[in-house]
């Protein structure tokens, strides 16, 4: 008896190779899918559960891919135990375990199984998998590693075996059908061995008396998940009216200034083409009040920031002083230093490639940027591993005198809204608020995405119930839109990649920004896309009444030496000279010199 099975989850795991004992790491079973099938290939058996969600939600990411939103497990879902004890009697039954690349189905479900403590002989029986080294060489798909044949995908193989893709992929018993009709046509194709199947030398004869031609489709009708779910969606949906909740009204945004506090510059390596003098140009340009350089993992633009904000402040003050009549004074402009930090859970844990979150903080003072400056620093030092990298200990002994925004989709809070489930995101949320209390923000994007849509209306949830302020902020990482080609040709250089490959995710595919909405957009644009959530703009002046004015400018430090006294001057210690050292300094030059040339030396 062969058993096929599929799992839809609520995400991936983090470590792969993590044992199913660690609940955390690996996902929730959302569905499963099985058909028992006999030695011949006969449906003895099939079933198809979806699972309801007890403790965690479906995130967003997950349901694009499946379609199973948490409304629709809830509704039409089995509970767990239930449905783990069902599986259980249908591993009682058969002699393999089958599935498409099954590793992942097998831990998920072992886990499940480890979860609930019901104990399940799954991971005891033999495997049998329709994705190997076997089917790979069968299918003859190049982009393997090492030169090899890359590992097929189920609609691959089921293209090579039937000359036909397969619909509805990602339902597990669409999947659960493809696999099992893949599976039988390489049995009939003698694919497998009689030693791998454990059968008698007539097996394949005797199977292909039974299957004498192209296995076909069983003709399961599949449910469409992702038409019940927007069912459902669509009963329940409570639009947000953000002008009738809204304290500010829209109409009072004109008096009111937008600064940009989410800025990436030349020195987020590779990634961004801004210079910081652009920036603060184009600050001033459209009257800004303030501007903020958040570079990823680096504060190395700081001091050329400060230093042309403050030459800026200097010439505009000196205007001012002798404005001549009906001139209008120039604005000052208050620069804003801040790191959008990688954070990670262990900063020094270099057993699995971890690069976490990006976190945006912000200095408000000369104390808050040596702290910036000192957590930088350990992440390039000490927790360097792919990217440089700290963790939230490190940001608990440096917090004092810092501003935290939740960034952007990969921050902390909208990741996990994403990938993991929205109880998590929220339990990231309190976490960031209990460190920084006031001083901790909501950020909200708008580059027209939809998962970013979802994540802001999730934000706005979590605004409201935990009295987080939230603040508007475009992610920018060129001046202007017109710069978006060049900035795409600076990521394809960064990764080695060309133009023309399609951006996206996985083997043939490139990093790229979504659309061309990335730039530095002006204060009137940025207050039409948050018209709605007026106050989003206004708190963002909160933020800017609380940054200092500092310069970073200093005299060179040189280390004290220690001298011998015959060479000490008592003058140095009146006006700080350095006599004394410059003389022992040219006794230790001329005595080398004589060690090299002789002892007759002249001046």
Not at 410 to 432: R, T
Not at 448 to 474: C, G, P
Not at 541 to 547: A, G, N, P
Request: net charge negative; glycine share 6%; proline share 4%.
């Amino acid at each position: 008896m062969f058993l096929i099975f599929d799992t839809e989850t609520t995400g991936l795991p983090k470590r792969w190779k993590a044992p199913i004992t660690e609940t955390d790491n690996w996902p929730r079973c959302v569905q499963i899918a099985w058909q028992l099938h006999n030695e011949h290939g006969e449906l003895i058996e099939q079933q198809d559960y979806l699972i309801k969600p007890n403790g965690y939600n479906i995130p967003y990411d997950a349901e694009q891919i499946h379609g199973i939103s948490t409304q629709l497990a809830e509704e039409k879902g089995e509970d767990l135990e239930k449905v783990l004890y069902l599986f259980n009697e249908a591993l009682a039954k058969c002699k393999f375990v089958v599935g498409q690349n099954v590793k992942f189905d097998l831990n998920i479900m072992g886990c499940e199984y480890f979860r609930m403590g019901i104990n399940s002989s799954l991971n005891d029986l033999p495997i049998l998998d329709t994705c190997t080294e076997t089917t790979a060489t069968l299918c003859q798909l190049p982009g393997g590693r090492y030169g090899k044949f890359k590992l097929p995908t189920l609609t691959e193989l089921h293209q090579h075996l039937f000359n036909t893709p397969f619909s509805e992929a990602h339902n597990a018993t669409a999947d659960v059908e493809a696999t099992t009709r893949c599976f039988l046509e390489l049995i009939r194709k003698r694919i497998y061995t009689k030693e791998e199947l454990d059968v008698p030398a007539d097996y394949f004869q005797n199977f292909n008396v039974k299957n004498p031609s192209t296995i076909n489709v069983i003709g399961l009708k599949h449910l469409n998940l992702k038409k019940e779910s927007a069912k459902l969606k669509n009963k329940t949906k409570d639009n947000f009216d953000g002008d009738s909740s809204s304290e500010i009204k829209s109409n009072t945004l004109k008096s009111i200034s937008f600064s940009h506090l989410h800025c990436h510059s030349q020195f987020s390596i590779l990634q961004s083409t801004s210079s910081f003098k652009n920036l603060i140009n184009a600050a001033i340009k459209d009257k800004m009040p303030a501007v903020a350089i958040t570079d990823t993992g680096n504060m190395m633009g700081a001091f050329y920031f400060v230093r042309e904000a403050l030459n800026h402040n200097k010439a505009a003050k000196k205007f001012n002083e002798n404005l001549p009549e009906g001139q209008i004074p120039k604005e000052l402009i208050t620069p804003i230093l801040g790191c959008e930090f990688n954070v990670c859970e262990d900063h020094l844990d270099r057993s699995h490639k971890d690069n976490g979150h990006q976190i945006v903080i912000l200095a408000k003072n000369k104390n808050g940027y040596h702290n910036l400056a000192k957590m930088s620093s350990i992440s390039h030092t000490k927790g360097f591993y792919y990217v440089p990298r700290i963790d939230k200990k490190i940001i608990e002994e440096h917090k004092e005198d810092l501003i935290v925004l939740s960034g952007n989709l990969y921050g902390e809070i909208p990741s996990k809204v994403l990938n993991i489930g929205e109880s998590q995101a929220e339990e990231a949320l309190i976490w960031w608020k209990e460190q920084f209390g006031e001083d901790f923000y909501l950020e909200l994007m708008r580059h027209n995405q939809e998962n970013e849509n979802h994540v802001n209306d999730v934000l706005i949830q979590f605004s409201k119930k935990h009295q987080v302020k939230l603040i508007a902020t475009n992610n920018t990482f060129y001046t202007r839109q017109e710069e978006a080609d060049a900035h795409d040709i600076l990521l394809c250089v960064k990764d080695g990649e060309k133009m023309a490959t399609p951006k996206g995710r996985g083997r043939g595919f490139r990093y790229g920004l979504p659309n061309n909405e990335y730039y530095f957009k002006s204060q009137e644009q940025m207050k039409n896309l948050f018209k709605d959530l007026p106050e989003a703009i206004s708190n963002i002046q909160e933020i800017v009444d609380k940054i200092e004015i500092y310069t970073l400018a200093r005299d060179v430090l040189l280390p004290k030496f220690d001298i011998p006294k015959q060479f000490i001057d008592p003058q140095d210690e009146v006006d700080g000279g350095v006599r004394g050292e410059n003389a022992y300094l040219k006794h230790l030059t001329f005595e080398g010199a004589k060690k090299r040339y002789g002892d007759t030396l002249n001046e």
